[in-house]
T-cell receptor, first 113, second 113 residues
Framework: GENVEQHPSTLSVQEGDSAVIKCTYS??????FPWYKQELGKRPQLIID?????GEKKDQRIAVTLNKTAKHFSLHITETQPEDSAVYFC????????????FGTGTRLKVLA | DAGITQSPRHKVTETGTPVTLRCHQT?????MYWYRQDPGHGLRLIHY???????DKGEVSDGYSVSRSKTEDFLLTLESATSSQTSVYFC????????????FGDGTRLSIL
């Protein structure tokens, strides 16, 4: 069945360094790819998303890239800060029009001060 | 934040008892979802609704039922709770357009002893 693989499962970086999280998806019909950040004990919150007609999107220190041919997309966080420490989830919509997502298993990011 | 309220926020119950979790939204969104979150598994879809009285199964629906009698309320019921259903349950909503993000409630932490 369709799935989304996310790597790495844990990531530690020094404050100020960059962090990259990668996801691959299997459903070639997927068109929408959101990223969520979840702090401990809190709800997942959308931080950025990208649609299939766009290759890259930036929002301040956060960027997402999409390679539809290779079926992978990545989250890039630059100039990391301690408050970036959280679990990050990628997702892909299952098939166009069904409004369902498949989530990756998450990446625990630790930013070391 | 999207207007989503989950209740209760925490519940401890015994194996074999029925449990109902409630999700209430004030956004008038058509789509509502129930997920469970477990370590190592990310967010897995239990059931979802695409309108009043219109529901469908997700990937982990066994042992769960749902009902949606009003646009604003989506109920998740465990008819006879088992210890394997101990988890954090999140409700999410989505507007009726393609390529739109899902927004999550604060979650319900359910422990079944």
């Amino acid at each position: 069945g369709e799935n989304v693989e996310q790597h790495p499962s844990t990531l530690s970086v020094q404050e100020g360094d960059s962090a990259v999280i990668k996801c691959t998806y299997s459903d070639s019909a997927s068109n929408y790819f959101p990223w969520y950040k979840q702090e401990l004990g809190k709800r997942p919150q959308l931080i950025i998303d990208i649609r299939s007609n766009v290759g890259e999107k930036k929002d301040q220190r956060i960027a997402v890239t999409l390679n539809k041919t290779a079926k992978h997309f990545s989250l890039h966080i630059t100039e990391t800060q301690p408050e970036d420490s959280a679990v990050y989830f990628c997702a892909a919509d299952k098939k166009s029009g069904t409004y369902k997502y498949i989530f990756g298993t998450g990446t625990r990011l630790k930013v070391l001060a | 934040d999207a207007g989503i309220t989950q209740s209760p926020r925490h519940k401890v119950t015994e194996t074999g008892t029925p449990v109902t979790l409630r999700c209430h939204q004030t956004e008038n969104h058509r789509y509502m979802y129930w997920y469970r979150q477990d370590p190592g598994h990310g967010l897995r879809l239990i059931h979802y609704s695409y309108g009043v009285k219109d529901t469908d199964k997700g990937e982990v629906s066994d042992g769960y039922s749902v009902s949606r009698s009003k646009t604003e309320d989506f109920l998740l019921t465990l008819e006879s709770a088992t210890s394997s259903q101990t988890s954090v349950y999140f409700c999410a909503i989505q507007a009726e357009y393609s390529n739109q993000p899902q927004h999550f409630g604060d979650g319900t932490r359910l422990s079944i002893l």
